[in-house]
């Protein structure tokens, strides 16, 4: 084996032929084969999940008025609420909750075709929230659950009496979550007698499936998602419109020309 080495992102490296690369790639195809079989017999688990009828009538703050959560189905049998963590007064959207509803932009009509429809939610009232999807440039449809039970029952917001010895219940269990506000996904179902049934929420990483295009592109890379020496996990992200020029590439010298 011809192997050398080469200095990346503070590491060694190794460098090796075409055809050990070849060899180890093949080995590195049947491990991602068999993720990919796993994670189709996890989604098979998931759709066989029990539902859970809804016996309280949420009702939410829209551009279009008052309206329930049977009535944001927009004519579809299934609802995706992203629970954006946008609470009152706070100047600006979470942005990691932002850097997930940009991956929506493109998603939003493809999703449509498939019966299911988008719907975000924050406690911020409405005004607020208008005031920075339209500096998002966002057309989803966004919910205000400002006096509504939602965010609670849904363990995505925390009122300071919900606490118990610092703990909130966030991700199925009590946690030491320092926020008022936590990220999160959930699906709903309506059936022809206009019945809505809850049949699957995520937080915690389970959010990043709402991250896939970047993040799995990420993983892909040579550097990977480059986060182990940030002071936590997405501290590079941005809302969109706050992102830094991009630093010109660095130019390499070839070994003809640090010679010359």
């Known amino acids: ?13 190794p460098v090796a032929s075409r055809e050990d690369w070849l060899a180890q790639r093949r080995a590195l195809l049947a491990r991602e084969k068999e993720l990919t079989h796993q994670g189709d ?3 098979r688990e998931r759709r066989t999940l029990p539902w859970v009828r809804l016996d309280k009538t949420y009702t939410f703050d829209t551009p279009a008025g008052r309206r ?3 009535d944001l189905f927009e004519g579809r049998r299934q609802l995706m609420v992203q629970h954006f963590m946008l609470a009152p007064g706070w100047e600006q959207g979470c942005k990691s909750c932002s850097f997930m509803a940009d991956h929506l932009v493109g998603a939003k009509i493809h999703l449509e075709h498939r019966d299911l429809t988008l719907l975000l939610v924050s406690r911020a009232p409405l005004d607020e929230i208008e005031r920075f999807r339209q500096r998002m440039g966002w057309d989803f449809a966004w919910a205000s659950a400002h006096d509504s039970d939602f965010n609670h029952d849904f363990a995505v917001s925390f009122p300071p009496e919900s606490r118990v010895d610092g703990e909130v219940f966030y ?4 946690t030491a979550f320092p926020q008022e506000e936590a990220p999160g996904i959930s699906f709903f179902y309506k059936d022809d007698a206009g019945d809505v049934f809850h049949t699957y929420s995520t937080y915690g990483r389970g959010v990043e499936a709402m991250m896939g295009t970047t993040y799995n592109l990420l993983d892909m890379a040579p550097r990977g998602r480059d986060e182990d020496a940030l002071a936590y996990t997405m501290e590079w992200v941005r809302h969109h419109d706050r992102y830094e020029s991009a630093p010109a590439p660095a130019v390499v010298a070839s070994c003809c020309a640090a010679r010359a």
């Open 1 to 13: 084996m011809n192997t050398n080495t080469i200095a990346t992102n503070g590491a060694n490296h």
């Open 41 to 43: 017999q996890v989604a």
């Open 171 to 174: 991700n199925f269990g009590m």
């Open 68 to 70: 329930t959560l049977a």
